[in-house]
C-alpha cells in the first residue's frame, strides 16, 4: 500500500508538497571566512519542516565535491561553490539569491 503524505493528503508518489515547497522559498548563498582564511559557502533560507537539509546537503556535497555539514537550518560546504551551488538549486527548483 503506498504512503499517504499527511499535508496533502495524496498517495506518496502524487505528492507535490516539496516541489512547492521548493518554489515558494528564497534561498541566500553567501560567502564567509573562517579561520586561517578558510572559506566557506553558506546557503541560507530553507524551511527545515518542508524539505529535508541533510539530505539537500549530501546532494550539494556530492555536486560540488566538498565537505560541509547542515547544521542551525543552514547548510555550510567548505570552499568557495556559489556558482555551481546556484546552478544545482535552481535546477531543482528553488529561488536562488547570490549575497
Known amino acids: 500500500m503506498a504512503e499517504i503524505c499527511p499535508v496533502c493528503g495524496l498517495p506518496g508518489e502524487l505528492c507535490m508538497c516539496?516541489?512547492?515547497?521548493?518554489?515558494?522559498?528564497?534561498?541566500?548563498?553567501?560567502?564567509?571566512?573562517?579561520?586561517?582564511?578558510?572559506?566557506?559557502?553558506?546557503?541560507?533560507?530553507?524551511?527545515?519542516n518542508d524539505i529535508d537539509i541533510n539530505d539537500l546537503a549530501k546532494k550539494l556535497k556530492n555536486k560540488c565535491a566538498a565537505g560541509g555539514t547542515a547544521k542551525d537550518g543552514?547548510?555550510?560546504?567548505?570552499?568557495?561553490?556559489?556558482?555551481?551551488?546556484?546552478?544545482?538549486?535552481?535546477?531543482m527548483g528553488f529561488k536562488t539569491e547570490v549575497v
Open 18 to 48: 516539496e516541489e512547492i515547497a521548493r518554489e515558494q522559498q528564497s534561498v541566500r548563498i553567501s560567502m564567509d571566512s573562517r579561520r586561517y582564511g578558510k572559506m566557506v559557502t553558506v546557503i541560507d533560507g530553507i524551511d527545515e
Open 74 to 91: 543552514r547548510i555550510e560546504l567548505q570552499g568557495d561553490h556559489k556558482k555551481k551551488v546556484k546552478a544545482v538549486l535552481e535546477e
